[in-house]
C-alpha cells in the first residue's frame, strides 16, 4: 500500500473522529448545559478513546469554540450580504433583511445559543472567542457604512466604527432577548423599527 493512501486513510479517520466527538459534545451540552458538561461525557458519547479525544480538543471548552464558530459563520452569511444600495430605500430594505434573518437565525438557533451564553458567562476562553467574533461582524459593518458615505447617502460627519459598535451592540441585544425568549413582539416588528431608527439617524 502506497504511503500517500495510507496517510490518506489516517485523516480521513481523524476527521470522522473529530466530527463524532463534536456531535457528541453537541448533545452532552443540550442535555446538561455547559457548567455541568464533562469532556469525558462526551468521549464516552462518541464511544472514542480518551487519548484520541485530547488529540483533537484540549477539553470542553475548546468543542464548544468550535461549535460556537459554526453556528455564526451562518449569521456571518447575513452580515456578508452585498451592500451596494443606490438609495436610502434601498440601503434600508436591505439592512431591514438582514436584520429580520438576524433574529430568526436567533430564534432557530435557540438552544445552542443558550448554550453560548452560559459559557460566555463562566469561560474566559469562551467569552474572549466571543469578542473576536463580534468584532468582525463589526468591522463588516463598519465597511456598509463607509461604502454609504462614500456613495453619499449616510452622513459623512459620523465616525463609521463608532456606529457600527451601536448598531451591532442593538441587534445583539435582541439576539439575546429571543435566545432567552424575553421578546414580546414579532421578528419583523422588532426589526422594522429598530432598522428606521438606525436607517433615519444615519442616511440623508
Known amino acids: 500500500?502506497?504511503?500517500?493512501?495510507?496517510?490518506?486513510?489516517?485523516?480521513?479517520?481523524?476527521?470522522?473522529?473529530?466530527?463524532?466527538?463534536?456531535?457528541a459534545a453537541r448533545e452532552v451540552f443540550l442535555e446538561v448545559g455547559f457548567q455541568k458538561a464533562t469532556i469525558s461525557q462526551m468521549i464516552k458519547k462518541a464511544?472514542?478513546?480518551?487519548?484520541?479525544?485530547?488529540?483533537?480538543?484540549?477539553?470542553?471548552?475548546d468543542l464548544l469554540?468550535?461549535?460556537?464558530?459554526?453556528?455564526?459563520?451562518?449569521?456571518?452569511?447575513?452580515?456578508?450580504?452585498?451592500?451596494r444600495p443606490k438609495s436610502r430605500q434601498e440601503a434600508?430594505?436591505?439592512?431591514?433583511t438582514q436584520v429580520k434573518?438576524?433574529?430568526?437565525?436567533?430564534?432557530?438557533?435557540?438552544?445552542?445559543?443558550?448554550?453560548?451564553?452560559?459559557?460566555?458567562?463562566?469561560s474566559s476562553l469562551v467569552s474572549d472567542k466571543w469578542k473576536t467574533i463580534r468584532e468582525k461582524f463589526i468591522q463588516r459593518i463598519s465597511q456598509d457604512i463607509a461604502y454609504a458615505q462614500q456613495s453619499g447617502l449616510a452622513r459623512a460627519e459620523l465616525d463609521h466604527e463608532?456606529?457600527?459598535?451601536?448598531?451591532?451592540?442593538?441587534?445583539?441585544?435582541?439576539l439575546w432577548e429571543f435566545v432567552r425568549k424575553e421578546h414580546h413582539r414579532?421578528?419583523?416588528?422588532?426589526?422594522?423599527?429598530?432598522?428606521?431608527?438606525?436607517?433615519?439617524?444615519l442616511y440623508i
Open 1 to 23: 500500500m502506497k504511503q500517500g493512501h495510507v496517510e490518506d486513510k489516517r485523516h480521513l479517520r481523524s476527521l470522522i473522529t473529530r466530527q463524532k466527538l463534536l456531535e
Open 47 to 61: 464511544n472514542i478513546g480518551y487519548g484520541t479525544a485530547y488529540v483533537h480538543f484540549e477539553g470542553k471548552e
Open 65 to 83: 469554540i468550535v461549535l460556537m464558530e459554526d453556528v455564526m459563520q451562518r449569521f456571518y452569511k447575513i452580515a456578508e450580504t452585498s451592500f
Open 92 to 96: 434600508e430594505e436591505i439592512i431591514y
Open 101 to 122: 434573518s438576524f433574529l430568526l437565525m436567533a430564534e432557530a438557533e435557540q438552544d445552542m445559543m443558550q448554550i453560548f451564553e452560559q459559557a460566555i458567562g463562566i
Open 162 to 174: 463608532i456606529v457600527a459598535r451601536s448598531w451591532f451592540f442593538t441587534n445583539e441585544m435582541y
Open 186 to 201: 414579532s421578528v419583523e416588528e422588532i426589526a422594522k423599527t429598530i432598522t428606521s431608527i438606525y436607517v433615519t439617524g
